[in-house]
């Protein structure tokens, strides 16, 4: 058989294509090579994007000619789609299902345990379900042993019991996987991963280390931009001396051109993408950035699991190229559409808080825009959810942040007034890749690390008066991929850029 697809179809090893399939009856092909073709002209496809017609092909092989050494090939290819683009974890799931059924000593069946996996891990944070995904992992080197797939299932593994919050044994599985797979591509995500772990148990300097060694000339360049934008946020809070700020502002350092008025919401998409709204319009801050969607009355920003931009006008969640989520919740026997959402966050298995001006809670909604249910009846102007699925919501008017688990459990608060800090006019918060939590006050950003209870406050950023980037009424904050945080400031009429 085909070497089967690794862990998303961008990073798939692809073929040459191969002549057009249109005119394969006529030629004395056996079923095996007709297969092969469309097989190949299916990956040739998803390489350029047109994966209606990548599915279409490799659907072909999997129903028409189950019996050939393809066909477990293309159902994990369709599986990976499912799950990797499309967004259809049920959909990739069942696929993977029926290759372990179907194809149980296929090259392919480690790699449908990996799916199998992926969607287990992302269905929620929840104890039972990561313990299941470590237990579905697990099943590939105890089945399958020196496959390619081993150090794949194993990092794996190791992510779940680092988001199950079992350091220890996370990271005894990381540095397995370097001890035992040296030359593996997956080593520089397993030195992401104890840096991870190390810097959650308080050791910045080891967590740096790590850090460092996954940014290897060998690394690909997404590992080392996640590594050196981890690196940057643990030398900001942890190395740097106090008496020099966090964050520094140079004029030179590309301050959004062009004046802004009346900014609510700044974000950037995992791909660096950045944009900003104000009470009228939705602006990109990068002329790269792909065109937002469409909207009327714009409140703020969001991103999906996925990472892709969602607005949030009046009581609907829009994208580009996907339906819409309408927002009603049932009240005196009727839908109500939540006409003053202000605020909004995604959960890894899609679904979303809102808070809005006209229902003094937050709200849970299903990923296809069912109502849930009441996740807390906190008052809340902004919410924030970080690689654990815990919520912070920040209530502006008693001045506090409230943090609670994945199912609305209140498990911490940071107060007004505490150690070293005062939160005067709270108007936004943000976590990092590290957790951190970073409030944005009118004339300062105060970080602190809320698993810690009671929260600790780690340090503060602020700059000095007579300094062009001091702040004096921001009203909206956001960081990029390398940690990098733009701040609106009305009294200025900028976003600004401090790095």
Do not use: C
Request: no cysteine; charged share 25%; aromatic share 8%.
């Amino acid at each position: 058989m085909t070497r089967p697809a690794q862990v998303t179809i961008g990073l798939m090893a692809t073929f040459a294509l191969l002549t057009g399939i249109g005119s394969l009856h006529s030629q004395n092909l056996s079923r095996e090579e007709v297969a092969r073709l469309q097989y190949e002209n299916g990956r040739g496809h998803m390489r350029r994007g047109n994966y209606a017609e990548g599915l279409k092909d490799f659907t072909t092989v999997a129903d028409s000619y189950p019996e050939s050494t393809l066909a477990d090939n293309a159902r994990l290819e369709i599986s990976r789609y499912y799950f990797d683009i499309a967004d259809d974890p049920a959909r990739a799931l069942k696929e993977a299902d029926e290759i372990l059924k179907r194809y149980p000593t296929s090259d392919s069946a480690p790699y449908a345990y990996l799916v199998q996996g992926e969607v287990a891990m992302e269905r929620t944070r929840r104890k039972e379900d990561l313990e299941k995904a470590v237990a579905t992992f697990d099943r590939v080197p105890g089945i399958y042993k020196d496959v390619e797939a081993v150090p794949r299932a194993n990092y794996l593994a190791a992510e779940a019991l680092r988001l199950a919050q079992r350091p220890a044994e996370a990271l005894a599985r990381y540095r397995r996987i370097v001890a035992g797979y040296p030359s593996d591509p997956v080593i520089p995500k397993a030195h992401i991963g104890t840096g991870m772990v190390l810097a959650q148990i308080g050791d910045a300097v080891g967590a740096m280390e790590e850090f460092q060694f996954a940014r290897d000339k060998e690394s690909l360049p997404e590992d080392t931009d996640v590594a050196l934008g981890r690196l940057t946020v643990l030398y900001r809070l942890y190395v740097r001396p106090p008496q020099i700020s966090a964050f520094t502002y140079s004029a030179k350092d590309g301050a959004v051109s062009g004046r802004t008025n009346d900014v609510q919401s700044i974000v950037f998409t995992p791909r660096g993408e950045g944009y900003f709204t104000t009470k009228s319009a939705i602006m990109p801050l990068a002329a790269r950035s792909e065109p937002p969607p469409a909207t009327l009355k714009p409140r703020a920003l969001a991103v999906d699991r996925r990472g892709r931009l969602v607005a949030i006008d009046a009581g609907v969640l829009k994208q580009r190229d996907r339906a819409s989520l309408t927002l009603s919740v049932l009240q005196n026997g009727a839908n109500k559409v939540l006409d003053e959402v202000v605020t909004a966050a995604s959960f890894k298995n899609g679904d979303w808080l809102v808070a809005s001006d006209d229902d003094r809670g937050i709200q849970r909604f299903g990923p296809n825009g069912k109502h849930m249910g009441v996740f807390s009846t906190a008052r809340t102007s902004r919410l924030a959810i970080n690689e654990f699925d815990e919520v912070a919501a920040l209530d502006r008017d008693a001045k506090t942040v409230r943090i609670f688990d994945e199912a609305g459990k209140a498990v911490g608060t940071i107060p007004q007034r505490g150690t070293g800090y005062e939160l005067k006019n709270p108007v936004d918060i943000a976590f990092d890749a590290l957790g951190h939590l970073y409030v944005l006050e009118r004339t300062a950003v105060l970080v602190f690390v809320p698993r810690k209870q009671p929260s600790a406050f780690v340090r503060a950023f602020t700059e000095p008066e007579t300094s062009p980037g001091a702040l004096r009424k921001a009203t909206a904050f956001a960081f990029d991929s390398q940690g990098r945080m733009y701040i609106a400031d009305d009294n200025a009429e900028k976003i600004r850029m401090y790095q």
